[in-house]
């Protein structure tokens, strides 16, 4: 199982960006997928995730970001909008994929490569 993460870019503040991942492979079921993201010196965070159908998202972001997910793509979104410098990290696509271990259904942790978006003031 892969997943490939693309959209990250420069944009100004105030602007938006949208993020793709896709998860390709032998997929038997995903329970959530969603976005984590790091700035330079900070630790992992999590800013938004679905977790079949329940969106939880960080409290920095809120009102300004927006998950989707299509479930016959195996995809999930993250629309960025009103974009601030703080914003600014790389973020990594994570989900949780089921994958058949002796006769039954583990979910396993996977992530993206990472894509970067920085937002200028």
């Known amino acids: 199982v892969q997943l490939q993460a693309s959209g990250g870019g420069l944009v100004q503040a105030g602007g938006s960006l949208r993020l793709s991942c896709s998860a390709s492979?032998?997929?038997?079921?995903?329970?959530?997928m969603g976005w984590y993201r790091q700035a330079p010196g900070k630790q992992r965070e999590l800013v938004a995730k679905?977790?079949?159908?329940?969106?939880t998202y960080a409290d920095s972001v809120k009102g300004r970001f927006t998950i989707s997910r299509d479930n016959a793509k195996n995809t999930v979104y993250l629309q960025m909008n009103s974009l601030k410098p703080e914003d600014t990290a790389v973020y990594y696509c994570?989900?949780?994929?089921?994958?058949?271990?002796?006769?039954?259904?583990?979910?396993?942790?996977?992530w993206g490569q990472g894509t970067q978006v920085t937002v200028s003031s």
């Open positions: 679905d977790s079949s159908g329940t969106t």
């Open positions: 492979g032998v997929i038997f079921g995903i329970n959530a």
């Open positions: 994570h989900a949780e994929i089921l994958r058949l271990v002796a006769a039954a259904f583990d979910p396993f942790d996977y």
